[in-house]
């Protein structure tokens, strides 16, 4: 089976994940290795990124956009997602790990979001270049 490659782009507005979602579900189904636990797995990481950028990439400017690139190598087991926004420059990997031995109501809102995707995904990366953040993360099946 070749490669897959898929692009989407979106506004960056409330509402907007079911279209990401359903342009994962078909980029996923297509490439017919993954398996289905991988596959929820990279869509949970899916979305807890893109819904952090809809909600703080853009804030208190003009509304963009969010940019998805997907790619599928079944002969290298292999899922990968580019989410890419022109917004304020942000990189969720600064943000230390949760301290998860606290209880919910002492620790300090944030984190978990980022954290779900390292915890999920295989690999995980940040860019900023010609003023866009760019996260991207890979999962191997």
Request: glycine share 4%; proline share 9%; charged share 20%.
């Amino acid at each position: 089976m070749p490669a897959i490659s898929r692009q989407l782009t979106l506004d960056a507005a409330p509402g907007s994940w079911p279209q990401a979602e359903a342009f994962l579900a078909d980029a996923l189904q297509a490439c017919a290795a993954v398996p289905p636990k991988a596959a929820r797995q990279f869509t949970i990481a899916a979305e807890e990124a893109y819904v952090n950028v809809v909600q703080y990439a853009y804030a208190g400017t003009t509304p963009g956009t969010v940019a998805l690139q997907f790619e599928c190598d079944p002969e290298a087991r292999m899922i990968h997602l580019a989410i890419q926004d022109h917004g304020s420059p942000y990189n969720p990997l600064d943000r230390p790990d949760p301290d998860l031995t606290q209880d919910a109501d002492q620790r300090p809102i944030g984190g978990l979001g980022i954290f779900l995707v390292r915890q999920l995904m295989d690999r995980v990366e940040y860019s900023r270049l010609d003023d866009a953040n760019r996260l991207e993360f890979w999962k191997n099946f």
